[in-house]
């Protein structure tokens, strides 16, 4: 990857996270303040052993009389997998067990209500959710919304082996689920047909309704396959070229239609995966697979055709260590629907966007369970990937509302040690009036914490396994 991308990468995840850090965490800092309880840290990253800002550092201090007897230091720490609020009186990810052996003051957490530690703890995960909600408000009010009418698809899709045995064939377009019309295509029509129970399609002039299984559909399994359950029908016509590649080295270009690859003919996307994907992986995966197997499967056999009346021509491509040729196809040019909002038209539709992708995530949290799904996780480097790889300010705020959301619901989860945890045990308290001892909340925080970091590894592992080792060619 390119070292300039990377760098635009990495900075929209570190000006991402640090927002949503600082947001979050100022949600349980301002409900403390609220109820007049004492917060004696605000780290943004955590300050393990050190930290890189303190407003408690001397030159600081020098410059800033005014903070020095400030009941809270601001910081920033050097680890960057989250941040804290340390708020007097509890038992959280800093294992201050000292101060809980203390007589309890009127200004900690222990010596508030419940309803009062209800909010102080559920603070961040709220602030996550407002975050993300005013978001999508202002991106609406500022750049409007663009779709894709299915009924515009006039190509219509095409469909792999799956598919086709559910019933589905090549140029179908998808109109309604359950009865229900199929507005727009987005990503999220892959959970759409993966929990309906009929599909009713467009074929040619005609509504066809097909009945899907009464168990569903795997949506990873239909995102992940290679081809997908359904694509968009897009033919084998070169769009752009990479700089360098193997298709710009053997003289392809844009409007290059692509005939055959190594005998086989093919004319869309699909096609082409098909035959170069497919056979590769069986290849690669086969018993006694050796470096010069591998290296056959980097020569490529290509026909094709320049111009619509030129003749037919034959290259072979060395491609590169990726088994990339290096082209990008013509998607098909349907019309858009562009749709502009008011200050007030704005806010019910940010809330309308927020809860779609809330219940969606939550609806694709059944997965991480699966084998497949535990290799879907991942830590910075997924994340920092998904966003583009030059600035593009709509998409910037796009993604960090994704994510604020996505960190609201990780912290909401009853895991202890999280949010959610903590959240758990004061609904025990609220119902039964009984508190846990502070063994036990040590105990539950310190099992939360061994939770939270096997989850990192596991996510760090797969960042190493799909990003690091197939950069260093491993």
């Known amino acids: 990857m390119d070292v300039q991308v990377v760098l635009i990468k990495t900075l929209q995840l570190l000006c991402c996270l640090s927002l949503l850090v600082v947001l979050h965490e100022g949600g349980h800092f301002g409900f403390s303040k609220l109820f007049g309880v004492k917060v004696e840290k605000f780290y943004m990253f955590f300050d393990y052993k050190f930290h890189l800002f303190s407003t408690r550092s001397k030159w600081f201090t020098r410059l800033f009389p005014h903070f020095k007897n400030n009941e809270t230091e601001y910081g920033i720490g050097w680890i960057p997998l989250g941040g804290y609020v340390k708020i007097s009186g509890m038992i959280d990810e800093s294992m201050d067990l000292e101060q809980m ?83 727009e295509f987005n990503p999220s029509l892959f959970r759409t047909l993966s929990n309906a129970s009929n599909v009713t399609v467009l074929r040619g002039n005609e509504e066809v ?30 769009d752009s070229v990479a700089p360098g590649s193997a298709a710009q080295k053997a003289g392809l270009q844009k409007g290059t239609r692509i005939l055959a690859v190594n005998g086989k003919e093919i004319s869309t996307k699909v096609d082409y995966d098909c035959e170069v994907t497919i056979r590769r992986e069986d290849v690669l995966a086969a018993p006694g697979c050796t470096h010069a197997d591998s290296l056959k499967q980097r020569q490529l056999q290509v026909v094709y055709q ?45 809330l309308q966007q927020g809860w779609r992708t809330l219940t969606g995530y939550v609806n694709d949290m059944k997965y991480v369970a699966s084998a497949e799904g535990a290799k879907s996780v991942g830590s910075f480097i997924t994340i920092g990937n998904i966003f583009p790889s030059a600035w593009d300010w709509q998409q910037f705020w796009l993604l960090t509302a994704f994510i604020s959301i996505i960190l609201a619901v990780m912290n909401i989860l009853p895991i202890p040690g999280l949010d959610g945890g903590h959240i758990v045990f004061l609904l025990w308290e609220g119902i039964t009036g009984k508190q846990p001892s502070d063994k036990a909340a040590e105990w539950f925080e310190k099992i939360g914490l061994g939770l939270l970091i096997l989850l990192m590894l596991l996510a760090f592992s797969n960042d190493i396994r799909n990003f690091i080792l197939p950069l260093l060619g491993l």
């Open 101 to 183: 052996k203390k007589p309890a003051q009127a200004n900690e957490f222990r010596s508030q209500k419940v309803w009062k530690r209800f909010f102080i703890m559920f603070g961040g995960v709220l602030m996550n959710f407002l975050t993300a909600w005013f978001i999508y408000s202002a991106v609406m009010f500022t750049w409007g919304r663009d779709y894709l009418p299915m009924r515009e698809i006039t190509q219509g899709f095409q469909f792999n082996k799956e598919a086709q045995s559910l019933g589905f064939r090549d140029g179908d377009i998808p109109v309604a689920v359950d009865g229900k019309e199929i507005v």
């Open 306 to 350: 320049l111009t619509a009346d030129a003749q037919p021509d034959t290259v072979m491509l060395h491609l590169d260590k990726e088994y990339k040729m290096g082209v990008v196809f013509m998607m098909p040019d349907y019309k858009q629907e562009h749709v502009s909002y008011t200050l007030l038209s704005c806010i019910p539709a940010g």
């Open 209 to 238: 309704t097909l009945q899907m299984p009464e168990e569903g559909l795997n949506m990873l399994e239909m995102l992940q396959s290679v081809p997908r359950f359904m694509s968009l029908y897009t033919p084998a016509v070169v």
